[in-house]
């Protein structure tokens, strides 16, 4: 019988010390279980505010979007320009951890909750507007608004979860401990980031 001897950087890697490469290549390929859906603006928002999507930022990090840039995105939406997908990974109990698009879905929200009014001096009929303040028209075209959602299955490896979410991050990468406290919420979690 031949026992391979592993090393300890080898066993380390394995961990996510933060030596991985790129490679998913170590994954059978119907073990990557990410399945897409459609959801509208307002059904994803009902969600939220259900609690099935996660959308606290203590698991991510504490940026949020200057109100142009939000505006910018609301202003995208208007003129029906399509959105990036957004990732989700799901937890043991079938939430929906926000992994990519944490910033636009927290400006849909915001924005739906008129915590926010438009900056789009270029958009005369639009600038300085509530949400309130939009027609029925241009409130329906948020909330009908179609948004894609890929779903990394809660039984996809750590390791290939981390490697996947290292892969779809857009913004400034998220770190592997900020990636596992993603997968791995709870009360020791919410403990060390008080700490």
Same mark, same amino acid.
């Given at each position: 019988?031949?026992?391979?001897?592993?090393?300890?950087?080898?066993?380390?890697?394995?961990?996510?010390?933060?030596?991985?490469?790129?490679?998913?290549?170590?994954?059978?390929?119907?073990?990557?279980?990410?399945?897409?859906?459609?959801?509208? &603006?307002? %059904?994803? $928002?009902? *969600?939220?505010?259900?609690?099935?999507?996660?959308? =606290?930022?203590? #698991? /991510?990090?504490?940026?949020?979007?200057?109100?142009?840039?939000?505006?910018?995105?609301?202003?995208?939406?208007?003129?029906?320009?399509?959105?990036?997908?957004?990732?989700?990974?799901?937890?043991?109990?079938?939430?929906?951890? &926000?992994? %990519?698009? $944490?910033? *636009?879905?927290?400006?849909?929200?915001?924005?739906? =909750?008129?915590? #926010? /009014?438009?900056?789009?001096?270029?958009?005369?009929?639009?600038?300085?507007?509530?949400?309130?303040?939009?027609?029925?028209?241009?409130?329906?075209?948020?909330e009908d608004c179609n948004l894609i959602l890929y779903v990394i299955d809660a039984k996809v490896p750590e390791q290939a979860r981390l490697?996947i979410f290292d892969r779809v991050n857009s913004g400034v990468p998220l770190t592997r401990q900020q990636m596992r406290n993603c997968l791995?919420?709870?009360?020791?979690?919410?403990?060390?980031?008080?700490?």
């Open positions: 019988m031949n026992v391979k001897q592993v090393t300890e950087d080898e066993d380390i890697e394995g961990l996510g010390s933060g030596n991985e490469d790129d490679s998913l290549g170590e994954y059978p390929i119907d073990t990557l279980l990410i399945r897409n859906e459609n959801r509208t &603006v307002h %059904d994803v $928002l009902r *969600r939220i505010e259900k609690n099935t999507f996660i959308m =606290n930022p203590d #698991f /991510q990090r504490d940026f949020i979007w200057q109100e142009d840039k939000q505006s910018k995105l609301i202003e995208s939406v208007l003129m029906r320009i399509p959105l990036p997908v957004f990732y989700l990974g799901e937890d043991e109990e079938g939430r929906m951890v &926000v992994v %990519d698009g $944490l910033q *636009r879905l927290s400006t849909f929200q915001r924005f739906v =909750n008129n915590e #926010f /009014q438009l900056k789009l001096p270029d958009q005369t009929e639009l600038n300085k507007k509530y949400f309130r303040g939009l027609s029925p028209k241009m409130q329906n075209r948020i490697d791995y919420m709870g009360a020791a979690t919410q403990f060390l980031k008080v700490e």
